[in-house]
């Protein structure tokens, strides 16, 4: 290289350092390369006609910033009162991990929320980390539990009245988690808790989109405080993650279809009444993760 070329390689490189430091000291992020966006297709579902109750599904595509998104998972036990949804949720770990690890390298914030079961944690620095957030008012407030919503959503298409259930003999319900599934890692960095503690971490890190994946969609994952309903509520961009998440039904109950089929049509409630959907392929590349019993 030419001596006389240097000075101006200097003068340019002065220049973008003097861009990057102007940017830094107006309180500003430097915008991301396009390449390390989540490059995400967002499932909804809108009605052809008010009143209609005819849904369309329509698709969107958006880019998230990691550094602004968090992946919650909710409720992934290390067992479950009824054995079916422990069956499940053991099979669906595996492709969980490969995607909570995804989303970790690109700089997502992995919230682990195996709900009652932070006694396990009490000494895990996922833990100190997420207690470590201050606490902000919100408007509303965020309860242990947020029901069903009239005034917002229609009833939930499946009957899970009876706990849901599918085994024969019924199992006997109870409360028999202690931790999260050792199948997803908990790595440095991710927090664990099951409270608002969750939406006050965001909040001081500036994350405004979340990704839910986890169990049950009709119970937890739209009602506890980390969840859908209420993060949705506090101005949060949700998704739910759809092919890494079961409900809680038998199928002898209301509306009389499959398993998987109950499941599906929670997926459309959440999507017509409360944020989109994406799949797992979209941030692992694949096929969407599907039951082995799922023989539809």
Known sequence: MSRLHLPRILLAVCACLFTVR????????????ESTMLKLNLRSRVESQPGSKQWNAINKEEQWDPQKTAAVVCDMWDQHWCKGASARVAEMAPRMNRLI??????????????????????????????KSAPKVETKPPLARWCSLMPARE?????????????????C???????RQIATLEIKDGDAITDSAEAFYLMKQRGITNVLVMGVHLNMCVLGRPFSIRQLVLQGQRVALVRDMTDT???????PTVDHFTGTDRVVSHVEQYWCPSITSDQIIGGEPFRFAADKR
């Not at 102007?22 to 390369?33: C, S």
Request: some cysteine; charged content about 25%; hydrophobic content about 35%.
């Open 22 to 33: 102007a940017v830094l000291d107006a309180g500003e992020t430097p915008a991301l390369p």
């Open 172 to 178: 006997p319900q109870g409360n028999p988690w202690r």
């Open 248 to 254: 809680m039904y038998n199928p002898k109950r209301r």
């Open 101 to 130: 690890a995804a989303l970790r390298s690109r700089g997502v914030l992995v919230i682990h929320a195996p709900s009652e079961t932070m006694a396990f944690y009490k000494d895990h620095p996922g833990r100190a980390l997420a």
């Open 154 to 170: 229609g009833p939930l298409p499946i009957d899970d009245s009876d706990g849901g259930c599918d085994c024969e003999p019924k």
